[in-house]
């Protein structure tokens, strides 16, 4: 990985020496014409920024001819992506701002594949800033999302979350982190998502179909990570965060520092979690039809703790930047004994300690190295991103009585997963309104199993694709996207025989879990977007897609009791690629303080892969094999329908005061069984409302109050052998002030979640099987400082 970084260097030694100079502008009031003085100029292309002076000039020293996307925001006003060409850039460019009181048209889209901002996109999309994240430390990074209206999470008990958007989840979402593909065992729904809480400085939630880009499992859409932003000055900075949680005594810390120096810019964080057995507002739980205890209404064996920590080095030059980064994320959390099949006296009762993690638990390491580089070339660009990720998870368990163990006698499964990922784009800037896109992408993964328990065999799994995307203006009022992709993809797959012993613990006979599968996949897709905005209000998006996933190694191969999921999965090597038709609309109308995005959307799939409940247990395919009998769940293929709706709504009737409404609604129907598809999020509706004070020039300087509510309704609508949930309502608060320390200003924020100590299910979480209800109330308390020195 070493050498892609010298190898970005070298490149620049081979390109066309271009001319250079200065890039001068303004910032300005589009009403008064007035300067805005500390408004934020950022190149994207080259990752430099500054801010205007006190009449709102700003000045790029020697910069290279070239097209370059520059985005201009300031508080208070909306926001504005430019494409500067290289002929513009001896210019004097004044870009005029238009003042509005909502947060997030102060925001502009930054991440690799989109440079212009949100109203040029024909897919819906939602960015959450610093601030945002700050404000919603949820224990997880992706429980801090699941406010957003079609985002949702699946649950296992409190430190393991993965994400859902329009009803689909697993391998359906793509999780980008510094551009690269996040791969551990997302398969699972006991798998979190391995991403440290306190890393991301930016996110940007692309909701609908977007294998065009993103490749396969792009079916329900793509959460991209951004990290914050290098300082664009020499010196150093950094931060120091702490959050403290009621409900499991949860104590987190991050610190980061980075900086610049010259041409060269670095970043290091190192962030820890430590959490003890979490409360729920419940006295027992339902095992099978059996009522078990839970003591002073605590979940044994529920803590965890949790070590990060990433590093990151680079340079940037006026032919573009090169980063590298290190990144590991450690954690290991306890299972509740009664949510992985084992519930007795002994596992269940309280030993003194809601700290330590005992039998059973899971182990999670996953190591990344990461490469991003921006070159550029001519007057345009060429993004690389290489990545290497190793990820490792471990199911420590206790043999089942009468099972043989060859081996360690604790280490139930050992799942070891390596990724080497490719994407590579060029930028072809044709024309002042015509962009093209040209990507490859490339993926090659090993698999290797281990521990006294099968789940998964062995497998080679490689991926190649490539595409092209166009994007055409007209009169600043109308945008059109279009692409076309073509994919191969192969799955290798090691059988997997399982000894059989007598008495004497000798091999009487082996039992075939799985054959062994050596397949190959050939897919294309295509998109067609437009995005029109004849008025500062008004947005209208279309975007029609085709989408596909190409079944994974689990589906196909699978065969065993997942204690995770508590259940008996089984694969199906026949398995097909999965397809879908793929229709989003956008409505937005916005004006200085009031915003409404409606957001219907309409989907069609073929041969969709879903796990589906059997009348089938354990011991009725081999009782030798088996040292336990659960209910068989089978990975099926049918034609299924989704359709829905999202609905938001901002509204600011004095600067002060904010209010706003989140609601969403799925429905989908399984052609062939005529019936819904299991874990469909039910309807809901969150709304929150906040009053921010400033208080001049004191010790605090300012002030924020905010309520929220969220009403979640029934959901009956559940395939055969799903449980229905009860809907529910649950309250919040939140408090926020900014601290001046002299040196430094402190963000410190309080908040409560279920305040009214309700008890309720949620349809997604596992532990709804067990009538396990969600937390009871919890109290969390941040603490942001920021450091730095010029």
Same mark, same amino acid.
């Given at each position: ?59 790029? #020293? ?180 702490? %959050? ?248 290798? %797959? ?45 947005? #209208? ?157 004191? %010790? ?91």
């Amino acid at each position: 990985m070493k050498y892609v970084f010298w190898l970005a260097l070298g490149l620049t030694f081979t390109q066309t020496v271009w001319a250079q100079g200065d890039f001068r502008g303004r910032v300005v009031d589009a009403k008064s014409g007035e300067g805005l003085p500390g408004a934020t100029v950022q190149i994207h292309e080259l990752e430099v920024g500054m801010i205007t002076d006190v009449d709102g000039n700003f000045a790029f #020293a020697q910069v290279r001819r070239a097209n370059y996307h520059v985005h201009f925001s300031y508080v208070g006003y909306k926001a504005v992506s430019l494409l500067v060409r290289a002929d513009e850039l001896p210019k004097l460019l004044v870009v005029k701002l238009e003042e509005t009181s909502l947060e997030l048209s102060e925001l502009v889209v930054e991440s690799n594949y989109y440079k212009t901002g949100p109203k040029e996109q024909t897919l819906s999309m939602e960015i959450l800033d610093t601030e945002y994240l700050l404000k919603n430390r949820e224990g997880s990074f992706v429980n801090s999302l699941e406010n957003l209206p079609g985002v949702s999470t699946i649950n296992t008990g409190v430190g393991i979350a993965k994400p859902v958007i329009r009803g689909m989840s697993f391998n359906r979402v793509i999780v980008n982190d510094h551009g690269i593909k996040q791969e551990g065992q997302q398969w699972g729904g006991d798998h979190g998502l391995e991403i440290d809480m306190f890393a991301p400085g930016r996110v940007e939630v692309i909701k609908g179909p977007s294998s065009l880009m993103y490749g396969s499992d792009g079916l329900g859409g793509v959460i991209n990570i951004l990290p914050p932003p290098i300082p664009q000055e020499e010196g150093v900075e950094g931060a120091f965060q702490m %959050i403290y949680k009621t409900n499991n005594h949860l104590v987190g810390t991050s610190t980061n520092v980075k900086g610049k120096h010259r041409d060269w810019v670095y970043g290091l964080r190192f962030s820890t979690q430590d959490f003890g057995d979490y409360r729920v507002p419940a006295e027992s739980f339902n095992y099978n039809g059996t009522i078990y205890p839970i003591y002073d209404e605590h979940l044994k064996n529920t803590a965890g703790r949790e070590r990060d920590f990433s590093l990151m080095t680079g340079v940037k030059k006026s032919w573009g930047y090169s980063t590298l980064t290190i990144s590991n994320f450690n954690q290991e959390v306890g299972l509740f004994a009664g949510a992985v099949g084992i519930p007795n006296a002994a596992l269940l009762e309280p030993d003194g300690d809601r700290r330590d993690r005992d039998k059973p638990r899971q182990e999670t390491n996953h190591f990344k190295v990461i490469s991003n580089t921006n070159v550029l070339l001519g007057q345009n660009w060429l993004e690389l991103d290489l990545g290497y990720q190793y990820n490792l998870r471990k199911e420590i368990s206790n043999p089942h009585t009468g099972q043989v163990v060859i081996g360690d006698d604790d280490l139930a499964l050992r799942l070891a997963l390596q990724t080497f990922t490719l994407n590579g784009r060029y930028f072809l800037h044709k024309r002042p309104n015509h962009s093209r896109i040209f990507g490859v992408q490339g993926q090659y993964q090993i698999n290797r199993k281990g521990g006294f328990e099968h789940l998964i065999p062995d497998f080679n799994s490689s991926a190649l694709g490539a595409y092209i995307y166009e994007e055409h203006s007209w009169y600043d009022q109308l945008t059109l996207t279009g692409g076309l992709r073509l994919d191969y993809a192969n799955r290798n %797959i090691d059988s997997y025989r399982q000894p059989i012993y007598d008495t004497n613990q000798d091999v009487d006979r082996y039992y075939e879990r799985n054959a062994a599968i050596d397949k190959s996949f050939l897919n294309y897709s295509a998109s067609l977007g437009v995005s029109y905005y004849p008025t500062m209000q008004f947005n #209208a998006k279309l975007n029609v897609g085709t989408s596909y996933k190409v079944p994974t190694a689990t589906e196909m191969s699978i065969n065993g009791i997942h204690h995770g999921t508590f259940r008996h999965e089984i694969g199906d090597e026949n398995l097909s690629s999965e397809r879908g038709i793929q229709t989003d609309v956008s409505l937005s109308y916005l004006r200085s303080n009031f915003s409404l995005v409606v957001t219907p959307y309409v989907s069609y799939f073929l041969d969709y892969i879903y796990l589906a409940p059997s009348a089938l247990f354990s011991n009725n395919l081999d009782p030798d094999a088996f040292y336990e009998s659960t209910q068989v769940y089978q990975y099926k293929q049918h034609d299924t329908f989704f359709a829905g709706t999202e609905l938001a709504v901002e509204y600011h009737p004095i600067d002060a005061l904010h209010w706003k409404l989140a609601a969403e609604y799925i429905y989908n129907y399984n052609l062939d069984t005529y019936l819904p598809l299991p874990l469909t999020p039910p309807p809901s509706l969150y709304s929150d409302i906040d009053y921010e004070w400033f208080l001049g020039q004191h %010790i605090l300087s300012s002030m924020s109050f905010g309520l929220n509510a969220k009403w979640v309704f029934d959901q009956k609508r559940v395939d055969r052998n799903e449980r229905s949930t009860e809907g529910y309502f649950i309250m919040g608060a939140n408090l926020g002030t900014t601290i001046s320390l002299g040196f430094t200003e402190a963000n410190l924020f309080v908040s409560a979640n279920n305040l009214l100590d309700q008890e309720y299910w949620n349809h997604l979480s596992r532990y709804r099987l067990l009538n396990l209800p969600e937390q009871g109330r919890n109290f969390t308390v941040s603490l942001h400082v920021p450091i730095g020195s010029k």
